[in-house]
């Protein structure tokens, strides 16, 4: 509880606007997406430039701005893109491998979850607080 309390309370980040903290969970049929990115693009009327979120081994996950790094994002409506890395064994790769690093490696949210085209979409309150993001499919990973 104390962590939702200090997410909430977050505010403005250097670039002036208002943030509000997310903490997150992504999910897919097959269970939690484990160490995926999720990155929130905002939609027509939402300020920012977004929002990147690294999940864990469980799926949770909290976000940070694209570009400044300051944590939370301003309210607004988001397109949702998750994108998980598999390596050529199926093993899912750590959320902040670079995929250089792995040339055998493959996308493992299948289109067109993984792609801008997203259908997800998450609303952002003024309180922030909680979202759960699914994925109505599996995805590659073991």
Do not use: H
Request: aromatic residues 4%; charged residues 20%; contains cysteine.
């Amino acid at each position: 509880m104390a962590y939702s309390a200090v997410l909430l309370a977050i505010g403005c980040g250097g670039d002036g606007l208002t943030r509000v903290g997310i903490e997150g969970e992504l999910l897919a049929q097959n269970g939690p997406i484990a160490n995926a990115t999720v990155q929130l693009i905002p939609q027509a009327g939402t300020v920012g430039e977004g929002a990147i979120g690294l999940a864990d081994s469980s799926g949770k996950f909290t976000v940070i701005s694209s570009r400044d790094q300051a944590a939370g994002l301003p309210p607004g409506k988001y397109r949702v893109r998750v994108s998980q890395m598999i390596d050529k064994d199926g093993t899912v790769l750590p959320g902040d491998a670079i995929q250089a690093d792995y040339p055998f490696s493959r996308e493992g949210v299948p289109p067109p979850y993984s792609t801008l085209e997203s259908p997800l979409e998450v609303s952002i309150t003024d309180a922030g607080g909680q979202v759960t993001i699914e994925i109505p499919t599996k995805t590659l990973g073991k």
